[in-house]
């Protein structure tokens, strides 16, 4: 069976935002529950030379969504970094991610598959000590493919499973089907 590009990488990243949507407002109803509010969330990390859940937000979104613009225009540049923001522009820059999703055309999207490119990818300069502010590129030459299933989607979901695990840590009651979502079944 063929898999298109648009059915390997739309539908595929709208499933985990669209879980993630619910996961954070569950996270809302908590912080509400608890009196601790959401934006506890926002600085909380899994191990302190670990990126906050802020930045597992956006980039989770940089890349479903730029990841996918990268393949269309050959560069992956997606925005500047927002920074630490209150939870609820966090819950809109999931739900922003998710309308521009939905708005991919089908076949444009498939008229990509195949397409040669050759992205500059960042990383830092020691890995030792990646949260340092010294990072270099590193030019890779990939196709569509390439691009999406070897580091688009494998972020992507290192993001959203970070980010999920700090709002477990931080008490949310959210469990394995929350983060699945809705699954894609055979109509």
Avoid: C
């Avoid at 908590?30 to 859940?53: Q, S």
Wanted: overall charge negative; proline content about 7%.
């Amino acid at each position: 069976m063929a898999i298109s590009l648009y059915e390997l990488s739309v539908p595929t990243f709208l499933q985990t935002l669209r879980a993630l949507a619910g996961v954070l407002e569950r996270a809302a109803l908590h912080g509400a529950a608890t009196g601790t509010g959401p934006d506890a969330f926002v600085h909380a990390r899994l191990y302190p030379d670990m990126a906050p859940f802020h930045f597992q937000i956006e980039a989770l979104r940089n890349h479903a969504v730029w990841g996918l613009d990268a393949i269309r225009t050959g560069a992956f540049e997606p925005p500047p970094l927002v920074g630490p923001v209150p939870f609820s522009k966090l819950r809109d820059l999931i739900g922003e991610a998710i309308t521009t999703l939905e708005a991919l055309d089908r076949t444009e999207v498939d008229s990509w598959s195949g397409k040669t490119l050759d992205i500059d990818i960042f990383r830092p300069v020691d890995p030792d000590h990646a949260s340092s502010s010294a990072w270099a590129a590193r030019r890779l030459p990939m196709t569509a493919e390439t691009l999406l299933l070897t580091y688009s989607m494998p972020n992507f979901y290192f993001h959203a499973v970070t980010a999920y695990n700090i709002l477990r840590t931080q008490g949310v009651p959210i469990g394995k089907g929350d983060y699945e979502g809705q699954l894609r079944t055979r109509t």
